[in-house]
């Protein structure tokens, strides 16, 4: 059976879980608020000449934003915290990843919104959790722009030249790769950094919990001691 300094560490992990989906469900709605407005001015400059996609994943975020904070509300859900908080920032990747290539691809400068859900996950997740996501996040966009390179995807590109039509590919191989480059170079970087940073500071709470506890003890032993000290002088009979 495990004790009640066992339970502790993982009692706290599942509040720190809840608060983590919690706080993403709040952000998600800044975030949906955001593109929303984005996607409605970018439209009437005619920035963004086929809106239809992105109001439909704008939706489609809505929609999942409402059913993530009825369930995270529930108290069966809390032991899947973690695997809801690498479910949510995966949902994110994927949504952003359909906003970018439908709003000009690797032209828009959204698309290094990715650092920031990266950060998040950094954060918020498991070391190995965290890197996966940045890995399946950078494979995702840049699948998704190799792809549109090659003409197997249709572009979206934007139009940012009053009036003059979107026109097809702006930039080359040489672009694209040093796009990637730099885009991997800052994601992995701020994985790393983040990971490595929450994880000192995950040691220095342990080692700090742990100092609590032998104080703890250590004044419970004394004032036991104390405790049989005045028993014994008590009984004891006088000299």
Known sequence: MRSVADAAPERLSLVVDVGHNRQLILLRWIAIASVAATVLVS????????????WAVVAVMACVNVVLAALVRRPDVARYGHRLVVSQLAFDMIALNVLVHCAGGIENPFAFFY???ALIAGMACSRSGAWALAAGAFVLLGATAVFEQVGWVPRHPLNLHTGVEPSGLRHGGTYLLGFLVALGSVLFGVVAYATSTMARLREAAQAQRALRERLDQ???LALIGEVVAGVVHEISPPL
């Not at 439209?43 to 992105?54: K, P």
């Open 43 to 54: 439209s009437s400059l005619g920035v963004v000449s086929e809106s239809a996609m992105l």
């Open 218 to 220: 250590q004044e419970r």
């Open 115 to 117: 650092v920031f859900l």
